[in-house]
């Protein structure tokens, strides 16, 4: 649930929290708007990632899901180094939280398909 600091951020409060942020100032309807549609997406991708803790049959389609969510934001942010350079340190920190992510979810996929192939011996 470390995730809904960062959904907070970008929706409960974007007139507060852009400036500080992105150096947005004063967002516009549309701004404010598209920053809390993406606070309901983290917000509902989270409670499908719920699901998949509290029920067996959706485990490997909601580890699959978040593989997905943290490694598409993990390549958006290398491909922005390119053309961008380096982001603020928090954003650093989101990057290495979100291939650390991405990670662990490949070896629990894996340890979920077969637990005993990922047995340490």
Do not use: N
């Amino acid at each position: 649930m470390g995730l809904v600091p960062v959904a907070l951020s970008y929706g409960a409060r974007p007139e507060r929290i852009l400036p500080l942020l992105y150096g947005i100032s004063e967002p516009d309807l549309a701004t404010r708007h598209v920053f809390r549609a993406v606070m309901g997406l983290y917000f509902g991708m989270m409670c499908f990632w719920l699901a998949g803790a509290l029920r067996p049959k959706l485990r490997i389609t909601s580890l699959w899901a978040v593989f997905v969510f943290a490694s598409g934001i993990a390549s958006g942010r290398l491909l922005s180094l390119g053309p961008d350079g380096w982001p603020a340190p928090i954003f650093v920190y989101y990057l290495h939280s979100e291939v650390a992510l991405a990670g662990i979810c490949l070896a629990l996929i894996a340890w979920q398909s077969d637990p005993e192939a990922c047995r340490c011996e």
